[in-house]
């Protein structure tokens, strides 16, 4: 098992339902894998895009394990635990997954996971 892996979270597979009665999509979704191990880290942002808008893509990486989890792009993953962790309850986009160089069969084996999530970049008095 990797070291250092502080959370614990679901991998939620999102699917697009037929469209509602005026033409909104509708999302759905299914997890796929619960109580997964991870660790994740906060990338820094650009300066120039915080002064820009009212809305900045924040990215993401993160470690989970073990590596044959059924990953995707466009998957979501939410925080489950600890409860007080800042992310708790925040569902994330995977934007990119990529296996460590290690042998399949490695006990120290994970995957490299990139995550979004749009948040306000400050607020409106």
């Known amino acids: 098992m990797v070291a250092g892996l502080n959370l614990r979270g679901r991998i939620w597979k999102i699917t697009v339902q037929t469209d509602d009665e ?3 999509a509708v ?3 299914t997890v796929v894998h619960e109580n997964v191990p991870a660790r994740m880290q906060q990338q820094p942002e650009e300066q120039v895009l ?20 059924d990953i995707e792009e466009r998957y979501e ?6 409860s007080n ?3 708790a309850g925040k569902r994330y986009r995977i934007i990119n997954h990529r296996p460590a160089d290690f042998v ?16 306000k970049s400050h607020s409106v008095q």
């Open 22 to 24: 005026s033409g909104g």
């Open 27 to 29: 999302l759905s979704g």
């Open 50 to 69: 915080l002064q820009q808008g009212f809305e900045t893509l924040k990215t993401f990486t993160m470690i989970v394990a073990p590596v044959t989890l």
């Open 77 to 82: 993953w939410e925080t489950t635990a600890p």
């Open 85 to 87: 962790y800042y992310s």
């Open 104 to 119: 399949p069969g490695d006990a120290r084996n994970y995957v490299l996971l990139t995550l979004s999530r749009s948040e």
